[in-house]
């Protein structure tokens, strides 16, 4: 057997390839080997997209605060307003996503162009109400900053009345989502909303896109992609380092849910999950570890593997697995209850 047919390669559109060569440029640039950023240069190649309730495509979008002395606020998508004079008591509710990006723990805004692009596109794909929240970031704001401001803007949302919230949201049909970090953060939040009883929120499920977890032990997707592309592991011990408590290691149960030192959640009431996972992406044996684990506990869990994708193939729009993940969600948004 040749070395190219034992080693296969994805395919790459040049596209995806241009945005991965600049992304690392930039990270090569912006994150120090103190675990230190240099945010200044992190956000000068980083366009953001102002809100806008007229777009041309028909998803609204606005941006509301939850807590302005931690900028913790979300970016709110509506793909069908209301008609006007409609009875709200005859609008079709639509379903809620709570969206988490990606980005390390430690990059990304809800208003960056390359995230707000793809949750539009979500929102729109999916006929769904679409929240998309701006977390604070790593390494200025470490471990549990995150996991408090997504579970916060959960809360928020349930409390939320009719003069923020779009009356077609329908909040007993909500789910959480995340890609990459976002996945990891989204695991978090559905844990803590176990334990919370809510006022108007019924969260169904967690959708978690090639999810960010790790552990010290070295898998064997770590070692095959070790170079990437988008994602290679020095970059993920980098971003673990940023944003895990001084003097942890990556065995610590926010990074290695189901190691050494994860918490049993087989008694936790959790949402049903669906799990994305690619065949190029160094993630991908952690996310086939954290679907065994929540399967071994009892959880309803489902696995979409796609074998020809690289980690961050959604937010890269790469066809033709996009439109086959969009189906994939809507499938599982419909059954679950």
Known sequence: MSEQSANPKPNIPWTVKLAAGALSWVFDYALRPDVSINRRLLNFFDYMVPPSP???????????????????WFRLYNPTPTPTGADPNDVV???????????????GYANSILIHNAVRQLAQDLHAIVISVNYRLAPEHRFPCQYEDGFDALRFIDEMDGRDLPANADLNRCFVAGESAGGNLAHHVALRAGEHSFKRVKLLGLIAVQPFFGGEERVESEIRFSRGPILSRDLTDWFWRAFLPD???????????????????????????????????????WGLRYYEGLKSSGKEVHLVDYPNVIHGFWSMGVRPECGLFIEEVREFMAKVK
Do not use: C, K, Q, W
């Not at 994860?262 to 669906?274: D, H």
């Open 247 to 285: 003097g942890s290691d990556r065995d610590h149960p926010a990074a290695n849910v189901f190691g050494p030192n994860g918490g049993e959640i087989s008694g936790v009431r959790f949402p049903a999950a669906l799990v994305f996972i690619g065949g190029f992406d160094l993630l991908r044996d």
């Open 54 to 72: 007229n777009p041309p495509d028909g998803v609204a979008y606005s941006d509301i605060t939850v807590d302005p002395s931690r900028n913790l």
């Open 93 to 107: 509710g639509m379903p809620v996503i709570v969206f988490f990006h990606g980005g390390g723990f430690v990059g």
